[in-house]
């Protein structure tokens, strides 16, 4: 077993891909208000959705409340895609490395949200990130029955 580890999940939701996007790209700052895993997001430095903003999520994993200090490194709108990468915090404490990457991929009724998780772990005792995979899936059904319930999201 490597140091390097790769998670993925496939979340079919009833919300179109733009609307799922949106939530991530423009508008994590309120996925608070109908999350209880995640408590904040904050930007830091940069603007919304833009590529180079610097972002904070404060959410609860394994128990605890955790901050991870994110980078926003890429963005591809056409493909309601987002990826972002820690620079600092909870999540550096086990790996050297650590990215979320996010596309919501369009079906004839709703989508599926696809999530990687790629890292590199700091030494052989770290286990793989399924916890936080399973977050991640579970975060995309919370947002599916939010958007689902005709909420805009301001």
Known sequence: ?????????DVEITASA?????????????????????HGVDLL????????????????????????????EA?????NSITLTAIEGCLLHQYKSFKFKLQCIPKEKGSVVHWTLEYE?????????????QLCVTLSKGIDAYLMEDNEVA
């Open 1 to 9: 077993m490597g140091l390097f580890g790769k998670v993925e999940a």
């Open 75 to 79: 963005v591809d709108e056409e493909n």
């Open 121 to 133: 772990k700091l030494h052989h005792g770290i286990p793989d990130s399924h916890g936080l995979l």
């Open 45 to 72: 430095e940069g603007e919304w959705g833009k590529v180079g903003s610097i972002i904070v999520w404060r959410y609860s994993h394994d128990g605890k409340v955790v901050a991870s200090k994110e980078i926003i």
């Open 18 to 38: 733009s609307k799922f996007h949106e939530i991530f790209h423009q508008k994590p700052h309120h996925i608070s208000n109908f999350s209880t895993d995640i």
